[in-house]
């Protein structure tokens, strides 16, 4: 997984709020591709947040090693 998989660019927003601004979307179900993009997001946010946990478990493991290491000295 590169850093591009965990953002979504401007156009992309912008896409997704021209479906939601779109009249044909305000009555009855969204459009397909409405729902899809808001479950794309939804995964992308799903993403970041497991990239995020990951690189705090990274950061807490080396303080654990940086305390213990001074702990030793």
Same mark, same amino acid.
Do not use: F, R, W
């Given at each position: 997984?590169? &850093?591009?998989?965990?953002?979504?660019?401007?156009? !992309? !927003?912008? @896409?997704?709020? $021209? /479906?939601? @601004?779109?009249? #044909?979307?305000?009555?009855?179900?969204?459009?397909?591709?409405? *729902?899809?993009?808001?479950?794309?997001?939804?995964?992308? #946010?799903?993403?970041?947040? #497991? $990239?995020? !946990? @990951?690189?705090? +478990? @990274?950061?807490? #493991? +080396? &303080?654990?090693? *940086? *305390?213990?290491?001074?702990? $030793? /000295?």
């Amino acid at each position: 997984m590169n &850093s591009t998989d965990l953002i979504y660019t401007e156009d !992309q !927003q912008e @896409k997704i709020l $021209e /479906e939601i @601004k779109n009249p #044909q979307n305000k009555e009855g179900l969204p459009s397909a591709s409405l *729902v899809y993009s808001v479950i794309n997001l939804l995964g992308i #946010q799903a993403n970041m947040i #497991q $990239e995020l !946990q @990951k690189t705090i +478990q @990274k950061l807490e #493991q +080396q &303080s654990k090693c *940086v *305390v213990s290491g001074e702990k $030793e /000295e």
